[in-house]
């Protein structure tokens, strides 16, 4: 289970270490920070995937995602004394993303290229600079297990010593990508399985060319993709291999007296939704549902796959839900989280009550902003979980 999230010049995420539980509830007002949370954690994601670089070219390259204010504030600033402005930088400029869990820690450092000798189209790519995997919650020296410093990778051997070989990659490629090598350091590749389970879902689709609503062939489906195209096949998949009864209960909770059915027609075995409702004299098909109907089957597919995560985030799974569902959306989270780590962004307060409710576990983080910067209210220097990043 991961316990420490940080992030470092990510737009409002100046300075941010966060504790995560196993079910963690981010919260705050409008342009707190939420949303860039989510896309640092995505973009931890993308790194076991080598896609760090296209991501952050998704979001307009490293230069747009860099925090925009000064590198510190000082505290002439912070009293009013002074007004904002930019300093000389004491530390090379760039992005860092790390987690660290129970098992494993890892961090990367994304930084300004180089210029290369020759044109090129292409010298806006950041480069990583740095890129650490380690034993344990806490970054030490005797605790890495592989080590990267711009192109050049280390890894320690089964006898704990580093080998004698070092291997080159690209400075664009992530070595959970480019150096996953049983032999060489099987931690590498467990750690890159692990980051490659992790499950995003944000706002599902619901209008009337939603693919939720499409009837299409269905194959045995345990985990739900981000569109919810196979919504029908991911529900009955539940239903014969994972766990019916939380099902039923979940749609009882939202809906109460209604069912749920999957019909499989014609000769190419099309999957259909079935929803009967108390009082209907015949069952609605996907395409004839509510969007808030719609968006709460998607959500009970996703939480109840029969192959859960290693962690699953969701980013405001409110949106378009009526306040009456929030009870059942916070009790099918909560059964989620029994069996996988779970984090929620939301900025929905009836929705934050109802799982610190549920789950009494539960822990919540509330963002708010300091002069520009995301910080985590209530937290010190003092309070602030164990973190180290890895100096270039």
């Given amino acids: 289970m991961l316990r420490t999230l940080a992030v470092e010049n990510y737009r409002s995420l100046l300075d941010l270490v966060l504790p995560l539980s196993r079910l963690t509830v981010v919260t705050g007002a409008n342009g707190s920070g939420k949303s860039s949370l989510y896309r ?18 998704r979001e307009g390259g490293l230069s747009s995602t860099l925090w925009a204010g000064p590198e510190t504030i000082g505290r002439a600033v912070r009293e009013g004394r002074a007004p904002v402005q930019g300093t000389r930088r004491s530390k090379p400029v ?23 000798p020759g044109p090129t189209a292409f010298n806006r790519d950041p480069e990583i600079k740095r890129e650490s995997v380690w034993s344990g919650p806490v970054l030490r020296t005797s605790a890495l297990l592989a080590d990267r410093a711009g ?32 032999r060489a350091s099987p931690e590498v590749l467990v750690l890159r399985e692990k980051i490659r389970s992790w499950r995003f879902y944000d706002h599902f689709r619901t209008d009337a060319g939603a693919p939720a609503r499409q009837t299409r062939v269905g194959t045995r489906t345990p985990v739900l993709d981000h569109e919810g195209a196979d919504l029908a096949a991911a529900l009955q998949t539940i239903i014969e291999i994972g766990d019916p009864d939380a099902l039923a209960s979940a749609i009882d909770d939202a809906f109460p007296g209604s069912r749920l059915e999957v019909e ?18 015949r069952p609605l098909s996907a395409a004839e549902l509510s969007d808030g109907t719609l968006r709460y089957l998607l959500w009970v597919a996703a ?32 059964t989620a989280a029994k069996r996988t780590q779970v984090v929620v962004v939301s900025h929905a307060r009836p ?3 109802a799982l610190e409710v549920i ?25 602030r979980p164990a973190w180290h990043w890895p100096k270039r």
């Avoid at 860092?96 to 290369?116: I, N």
């Fill in 40 to 57: 640092a954690m995505r973009l931890l994601a993308d790194a076991a995937r080598n896609g760090a670089v296209a991501a952050l070219a």
């Fill in 151 to 182: 192109p050049v990778v280390r890894a320690r051997g089964a006898d704990g010593a580093w080998g004698e070989d070092h291997h080159k990659i690209g400075l664009t490629d992530s070595m959970l990508s480019e150096f996953a090598d049983p």
């Fill in 264 to 281: 499989v027609t014609g000769t190419d075995g099309r999957f259909e939704l079935r929803f009967r409702q108390h009082g209907l004299l």
């Fill in 351 to 353: 929705l934050v009550r």
């Fill in 303 to 334: 939480l109840l796959s029969p192959r859960p995560p290693e962690l699953l985030v969701l980013n405001e799974p409110e949106t378009s839900l009526h306040p009456d569902l929030l009870p059942a959306l916070a009790a099918l989270i909560a």
């Fill in 359 to 383: 789950d009494g576990d539960a822990a919540t983080l509330e963002l708010e902003k300091d002069f520009g910067a995301t910080v985590l209210a209530g937290q010190d220097r003092l309070d």
């Fill in 94 to 116: 760039g992005l860092r993303l790390g987690f660290a869990g129970d098992e494993f820690g890892y961090a990367l450092d994304l930084g300004l290229p180089v210029p290369q």
